[in-house]
Every structure is written in C-alpha cells, then in structure tokens.
C-alpha cells in the first residue's frame, strides 16, 4: 500500500504565516501592518496578499475593488444558510450582504468572512426595496416560481441586488412584488429546489461571469 498522504492529512498542515521574518516592514505602507500579527504569526482565513494586514487595512482595501451588485436573503425563520452566503458574497467582492426580517443570524458558516464584509439589516422588504431605488440598484429575485427567466440566459443587471428566500417558504410574495426581474436556476432532478446557500453561490458566479474582470481576481 502507498505511504503517500491523502487530502485529508494535507489539510492538518497549518494554514498561515509564522512571525515576520526580519527587519519589520517601514515606510508609506507600514501602517497597515498589525504589530500583533508581525510578532505572532498570521493564521486568519485570509488570501496571501492581506497577510499581517490590520482588518481595518483589509477592510478599505476591499471597498476599492468591490463589485456593485449585492445580495439579500430573506431572515424571517432564522435561515442558517446566510453564513455560506456571506462567505460567498465576500470571496466575490459584493458590496454589501443585506439581512431582511430577523436581525440574528447563525455566523458559523461565515467562517469569519462577516468581519471583512458589509453586511446591513433591513425589517422587512420594504426597506429593502427602498434602499436599492435610493442607490439605483435593479432588485433581481431569484426563484423557482412560475414566470421566472431562467438564469442561463438572463442578463443580471450590473447594479443589482440579487434577493433570495430561505428554506422552506421560499421568496415572500413581497419580495416577488419588489422584484423588476425573477431568475431561476435550472434544475434535472428530482427535488423542488436547491439550497438558497448553494443557489447565492451559482447566481453570484453568473454575476460575475457576467461583469467582473477575470485579470482582476487573486
Ligand atoms: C429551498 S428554496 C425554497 C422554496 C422553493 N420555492 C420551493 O418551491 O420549494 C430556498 C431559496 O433558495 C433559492 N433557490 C433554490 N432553488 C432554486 C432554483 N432552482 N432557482 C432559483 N432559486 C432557487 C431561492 O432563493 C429560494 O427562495
């Protein structure tokens, strides 16, 4: 039999950065090192480029390459599928992931993405509505309801809110309502639908398949 290691031992190597090695960092870009970080090592869920950055540094670095679309996820059950959307939303670069109904969300599949990515709060779908006609944004539902353009060959808006339900209601009739466009997402099987976490995941990479410069990404 093969002594050679299988994924399972490759991901027990430690991911990161042990202590900057050497003289530490001076000049213009200096203050976005973490003194901390420098000392200790960097062991965050972070890409390489932001290794020994402050959050801060992270943070504003991030607000001048994101893209302008958004997601929003309906939170009237306590849906536990917004961690894996905003772990999504971040490694996309969206502006912002919007909370609509219940203020608590389950963070675990976040993954501590949550901390590098805006994420706001609206009541209801009202203020949701609001907020993307203030900031000229289209507000795109996605679901598998009768009517909805399949996303295949939809063209998603560039400035756009991408709206999705939770797991078992599905879209509000509130949300349909504010809707100028409903995709869905092709299915061959035999279940109803997909996981929202799994259908925010497929309908952001159209997004950007769509719209984002592929010379940009890491
Ligand atoms: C599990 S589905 C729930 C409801 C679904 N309308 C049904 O008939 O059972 C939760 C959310 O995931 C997204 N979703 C799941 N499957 C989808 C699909 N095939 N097309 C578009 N969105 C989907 C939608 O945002 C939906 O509101």
């Not at 299988?6 to 976005?32: K, N």
Request: glycine share 8%; aromatic share 8%; charged share 20%.
């Amino acid at each position: 039999m093969s002594e050679e290691k299988g994924p399972t031992e490759w991901s027990a190597r430690e991911v990161g950065v042990g202590p900057w090695p050497g003289e530490w960092p001076t000049g213009p870009d200096a203050a976005r090192y973490d003194p901390e970080l420098l000392e200790h090592g960097d062991r965050r869920n972070v890409v390489d480029v932001y290794r020994y950055w402050r959050r801060e540094a992270i943070v504003a670095d991030l607000d001048s390459r994101r893209h302008p679309f958004h997601v929003a996820i309906e939170n009237f059950q306590h849906d536990h599928n917004i961690g894996t959307v905003v772990r999504t939303a971040n490694a996309f670069a969206a502006a912002a992931v919007h909370i609509v109904g219940r203020r608590r969300w389950n963070r675990r599949g976040a993954m501590v993405t949550d901390r590098y990515q805006h994420v706001h709060h609206h009541g209801d779908v009202g203020a949701l509505a609001a907020f993307a006609a203030e900031q000229g944004l289209a507000v795109v539902a996605v679901d598998n309801t009768p009517g909805a353009l399949p996303l295949e060959s939809a063209e998603l808006p560039r400035d756009c809110v991408l709206l999705f339900g939770q797991e078992g209601p599905g879209l509000s009739a509130e949300a349909q309502q504010a809707a100028s466009l409903v995709v869905s997402i092709a299915q061959f099987g035999s279940t109803r639908s997909i996981n929202a976490g799994v259908a925010a995941g497929i309908v952001m990479h159209s997004w950007i398949r769509q719209h984002a410069d592929p010379t940009q990404a890491w």
